[in-house]
């Protein structure tokens, strides 16, 4: 699918805040795409529409390059559609990503993937290393939450939300992982921060020997001066825009 390189027209009935938001957030399914992060047409990204108690999120039954400003169906926290729609959401993502935008005010967008190395490190008791340049940045950052089976259910709420705590990456035991963030850019570098912390740590446990491990004073450093660049003003919008860039560029050609 190419995705056209400029802004296709807002409805007119639409705020242009919403119609932005969406734009945004259709260009981060198609780069979980790009990068091959999808579980064919499973998994979910949502984003808060600031001031409400609604997100928008994928239709369900759509692969990730289908999905369009237009077609992104509007949920309130407990997953029911507030605006008529002809697509309808994946119920197994409404308990997690209504149970975060419900609690958190710090979290406006959360990505939940599958990717193999992610579920790897989310088979293991030990879960994410923190002794390589990504995995460091992760070190104080994750809550670990224990498999229930498919999150389809209102009581897991809260024990999710306790898991997660007031972290912004919440491994799922047996399963994969959620990353939450202010907005969509910082969401989204957070996600390929984690995904490369999980593919380098796959690739060291398949060469013999010991890993070189650091201090956790270093751990910790490398965690606060990554925090501190998210939280930067126009760090994670300019690495969000490369990428929308050199996608578009390739999907082009």
Not at 206 to 234: K, S
Request: proline share 5%; glycine share 8%.
């Amino acid at each position: 699918m190419l995705i056209p390189d400029t802004q296709p027209a807002r409805p007119a009935q639409m705020a242009d805040a919403e119609w932005a938001l969406r734009y945004q957030l259709a260009d981060c399914y198609h780069l979980v795409d790009h990068f091959g992060w999808t579980e064919t047409i499973f998994n979910h990204i949502s984003a808060r529409l600031p001031g409400t108690a609604h997100y928008l999120v994928n239709p369900f039954g759509l692969n990730y390059d289908e999905v369009t400003p237009a077609n992104l169906i509007k949920v309130d926290v407990d997953g029911h559609k507030v605006e008529p729609s002809p697509y309808d959401g994946n119920p197994a993502g409404f308990a997690l990503h209504g149970a975060i935008h419900a609690a958190r005010d710090d979290i406006h967008c959360v990505i939940h993937t599958h990717t193999t190395a992610v579920s790897a490190i989310a088979l293991k008791r030990q879960g994410f290393a923190h002794d390589d340049f990504y995995g460091a940045q992760l070190s104080g950052r994750v809550g670990y939450h224990a498999f229930e089976g498919i999150t389809l259910f209102a009581d897991e709420r809260p024990r999710m939300l306790h898991s997660l705590g007031s972290k912004h990456i919440l491994v799922l035991r047996n399963h994969g992982v959620a990353v939450g963030e202010l907005d969509i850019p910082r969401a989204f570098f957070l996600l390929w921060t984690v995904q490369r912390a999980a593919e380098i740590q796959v690739a060291a446990g398949a060469i013999p020997g010991d890993n070189v491990a650091l201090p956790e004073t270093i751990g910790q450093r490398c965690a606060e001066l990554t925090a501190q660049l998210i939280r930067e003003d126009g760090f994670a919008e300019k690495f969000f825009a490369a990428m929308v860039r050199r996608m578009r560029s390739r999907r082009a050609h």
